[in-house]
């Protein structure tokens, strides 16, 4: 079983839906957790991150974590076709210092149609 | 101005052959990365240097061999290429001492073994 599940889709959602991607973890010893996203041929791009518990919003993105359930999420408000992309959950433990891997989820194929 | 460079964009290669790909970043940071995205998308770090010292090293096959002239450049040597290391293979930096991993990734180099 991998340390972090993220369901790959794809998923599918015509414009100004709201999205809703989550993964699951195994490792307590995660502390900061983080969404990337990638659009086709290029490399990730950080999109949000929070530190243990909590919400953290950012215009149309908001960011859950539950630490208690092991189970994070992202929301995306009024998505646009620009949303279209791989979305990837990705987390660090080891006191969250950049010496410390980070671990990613499978990512999930959004596609936002018009 | 591009942050974190990689060449070459796609290499096609024959089964056996010995390859290099070249990662270089221009953000100042002390620390460097080397991923594996699968077919899958699922992406897994190889190797990791902090001021060029190797300090995260996974459960990789010997015939991958990273280096690090300086903290700007981290390359990838592949001896004996397999059919199953096509891949793409993404670079990324970030800076050490931050309370979170942000990391930058380059565009990727496309690796297909024939």
């Known amino acids: 079983q991998k340390e972090v599940e993220q369901d790959p889709g794809p998923l599918s959602v015509p414009e100004g839906a709201i999205v809703s991607l989550n993964c699951t973890y195994s490792n307590s010893a995660f502390q900061y957790f983080m969404w990337y996203r990638q659009y086709s041929r290029k490399g990730p791009e950080l999109l949000m991150y929070?530190?243990?518990?909590g919400n953290k919003e950012d215009g149309r993105f908001t960011a859950q974590v539950d630490k208690s359930s092991k189970y994070i999420s992202l929301f995306i408000r009024d998505s646009q076709p620009s949303d279209s992309a791989t979305y990837l959950c990705?987390?660090?433990?080891?006191?969250?210092?950049?010496?410390?891997?980070?671990?990613f989820g499978q990512g999930t194929i959004l596609t936002v149609h018009p | 101005d591009t942050a974190v460079s990689q060449t070459p964009k796609y290499l096609v290669t024959q089964m056996g052959n010995d390859k290099s790909i070249k990662c270089e970043q221009n953000?100042?940071?002390?620390?460097m990365y080397w991923y594996k995205q699968d077919s899958k998308k699922f992406l897994k770090i190889m190797f990791s240097y902090n001021n060029k010292e190797l300090i995260i090293n996974e459960t990789v096959p010997n015939r991958f061999s990273p280096k690090s002239p300086d903290k700007a450049h981290l390359n990838l040597h592949i001896n004996s290429l397999e059919l199953g290391d096509s891949a793409v293979y993404f670079c990324a930096s970030s800076q050490g001492g931050r309370p979170y991993n942000e990391q930058f990734f380059g565009p990727g180099t496309r690796l297909t073994v024939l």
């Open positions: 929070t530190y243990s518990s």
């Open positions: 990705a987390m660090n433990g080891a006191g969250g210092t950049s010496y410390g891997k980070l671990t």
């Open positions: 953000l100042g940071h002390d620390t």
